[in-house]
């Protein structure tokens, strides 16, 4: 595969669904994926990207910005809360805020700076023990506490059961936020995009369909 196929199925996927050409945008999932597969895509002219661990995108990604204006980069994986401040300083969006002890030091420390990246709420949509995310019944009151913090919160992120048909779990995230008022849906990834497409993501995060398999085991951090 890679980024002009994977692209081409994003338009094709967008037109399917009677969506607008670009209504999608697609983060390519870079992490552990070795430097030259990411300078090659950003070679092709994609500028999305979305890591998952804070201390490997903080040792590339200072660099590859200045080389490659215009990057938007996005933290898709867990996030600690005494590597915020990294964060913060690091990413343009964070996709998974779970929880309100992370919510309430995001919120200092944008007061801190007069500026936050755009927030996406995780949600646990299989209510896996093992899973991040907040779980769906906790939502609307976790969005509300978000927005008391004054959090710029754009959406919702979601990573349904592997063993489970993901479409249920992205209409269900859908529904959330539609009640919720949020526009942003970060659902579907290379194995199940075009299904979120179908069912109203605007933000993709696909990985191993654009790089290859991921070579290395997820480091901690
Ligand atoms: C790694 C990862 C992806 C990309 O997964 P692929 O299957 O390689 O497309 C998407 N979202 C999250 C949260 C991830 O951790």
Redesign the pocket.
């Known amino acids: 595969m890679g980024l002009v196929e994977i692209t081409a199925r994003l338009r094709a996927a967008e037109r399917a669904a009677g969506r607008a050409e670009g209504a999608v945008t697609l983060i390519a999932?870079s992490?552990i994926q070795p430097a030259e597969r990411v300078l090659a895509v950003l070679d092709q002219g994609q500028r999305v990207f979305g890591e998952?661990y804070v201390q490997e995108a903080a040792g590339k990604w200072p660099a590859w910005r200045q080389a490659y204006p215009g990057v938007d980069l996005h933290m898709?994986?867990p996030l600690q809360t005494n590597k915020a401040k990294v964060a913060v300083e690091l990413f343009d969006a964070i996709h998974t805020v779970d929880r309100p002890s992370l919510a309430e030091k995001l919120a200092r420390l944008a007061q801190g700076r007069g500026t936050s990246p755009q927030l996406f709420v995780q949600v646990n949509t299989g209510a896996e023990p093992q899973k991040a995310g907040v779980l769906p019944e906790q939502l609307d009151d976790f969005v509300a506490a978000c927005r008391m913090m004054d959090l710029p919160v754009a959406g919702l992120m979601c990573?349904p059961p592997e063993a489970e048909a993901p479409g249920p779990h992205f209409a269900l995230l859908r529904d959330m936020a539609g009640r919720n008022g949020l526009a942003g849906l970060s659902m579907g990834?290379?194995?199940d995009f075009e299904a979120a497409v179908a069912a109203g993501a605007t933000h993709i995060?696909?990985?191993?369909?654009i790089f290859g398999d991921r070579v290395k085991p997820p480091a901690a951090g």
């Open positions: 999932v992490k998952n898709i994986g990573i990834m290379s194995a995060r696909v990985g191993s369909a």
